[in-house]
C-alpha cells in the first residue's frame, strides 16, 4: 500500500473515531428506569431485614461516590446472619466506578486470606462465579462474597467489567453497575457460613435487576 494509501486510510479512522467519540458525548449516558435501593426487599428468600440501614458518613461517601447504595443486615430463622452492601453507579463516565473490598478493607484495618472462586447457583438454573474471601479484624472473622453486576451481566473479574463497561458505553450508551458484597459470620462450621452466603447471594442476585436494571 502506497504511503498516500494509508495516510488516506489513518485519516479516514480518525475522524471516525472522532465523530464516534463526540456522538457518544452529545447522546450522553441512556435513561434506565430503576427502583432506589431503599426499596429492596425486606425479605429476600427466607432472610428477613434485621434492625434499620445503615448509612455511611459524608467522608465514606465522598470516596465511594455511588449513585445510589445499600448496607442492610438480614437474619434467617436459626439466627444466621448476613450483611448486604450493594453500591449501585448510574454512570461511570465521570471517573465515578465500584470500590473493590481488595482496596477498601484492608485499609479499614482488615485481613483478606483464603481467596477462591465460588459459583452460585440462581433458583432459576443459572449460575455464575464470585469471588471469595474469608476476612478477620481482630477477633471477628467473616466469609466474604462480592460479584460485580449490571447490564445483563454477573461478574467476578473487575477487570473484564472494565472492559464490559466501555464497550457497553459505545453500543447501549450504558455503564450503569453496582457491585454488591455479602458478608456472613464464620463461628462452628466454615462449611454451613459458606453455603449460607452462597445462598442468600443468590437470592439476592435474582431480585437485583429492578434495582440494578439488565
Same mark, same amino acid.
Given at each position: 500500500m502506497k504511503s498516500s494509501s494509508r495516510f488516506g486510510l489513518l485519516l479516514? /479512522? +480518525? !475522524? =471516525?473515531?472522532?465523530? +464516534?467519540?463526540?456522538?457518544?458525548?452529545? +447522546?450522553?449516558? =441512556?435513561?434506565?428506569? #430503576?427502583q432506589? +435501593?431503599?426499596?429492596?426487599?425486606? %425479605? /429476600? @428468600? =427466607?432472610?428477613? %431485614?434485621?434492625?434499620v440501614d445503615q448509612r455511611f458518613d459524608a467522608q465514606t461517601m465522598s470516596v465511594l461516590r455511588a449513585s445510589d447504595y445499600l448496607l442492610r443486615d438480614y437474619r434467617l430463622g436459626n439466627g444466621q446472619m448476613a450483611?448486604?452492601?450493594?453500591?449501585?453507579? =448510574?454512570? %461511570? #463516565?465521570? @471517573?465515578a466506578s465500584y470500590h473493590s473490598p481488595l482496596n477498601c478493607l484492608p485499609g479499614a484495618g482488615w485481613s483478606m486470606v483464603d481467596p477462591a472462586m465460588i459459583t452460585i447457583r440462581l433458583p432459576n438454573g443459572k449460575s455464575f462465579l464470585a469471588n471469595k474471601y474469608v476476612v478477620e479484624n481482630g477477633n471477628i472473622r467473616e466469609l466474604m462474597i462480592y460479584w460485580y453486576q449490571g447490564r445483563g451481566r454477573m461478574i467476578a473479574s473487575e477487570y473484564w467489567g472494565k472492559i464490559y463497561t466501555v464497550l457497553d458505553s459505545v453500543r447501549l $450508551? $450504558?455503564?450503569?453497575?453496582a457491585m454488591? $458484597? !455479602?458478608m456472613v459470620p464464620m463461628t462452628a462450621s466454615d462449611t454451613a457460613a459458606i453455603e449460607s452466603a452462597r445462598e442468600f447471594a443468590a437470592v439476592t442476585s435474582e431480585v437485583l435487576p429492578e434495582f440494578v436494571p439488565n
Open positions: 479516514v /479512522v +480518525l !475522524v =471516525a473515531g472522532g465523530i +464516534l467519540v463526540n456522538t457518544w458525548a452529545y +447522546l450522553g449516558e =441512556a435513561h434506565v428506569e #430503576r432506589e +435501593l431503599k426499596n429492596f426487599p425486606i %425479605q /429476600v @428468600g =427466607a432472610w428477613k %431485614q434485621e434492625g450483611n448486604l452492601y450493594i453500591g449501585y453507579y =448510574a454512570t %461511570q #463516565r465521570d @471517573g $450508551r $450504558r455503564s450503569d453497575a454488591v $458484597r !455479602v
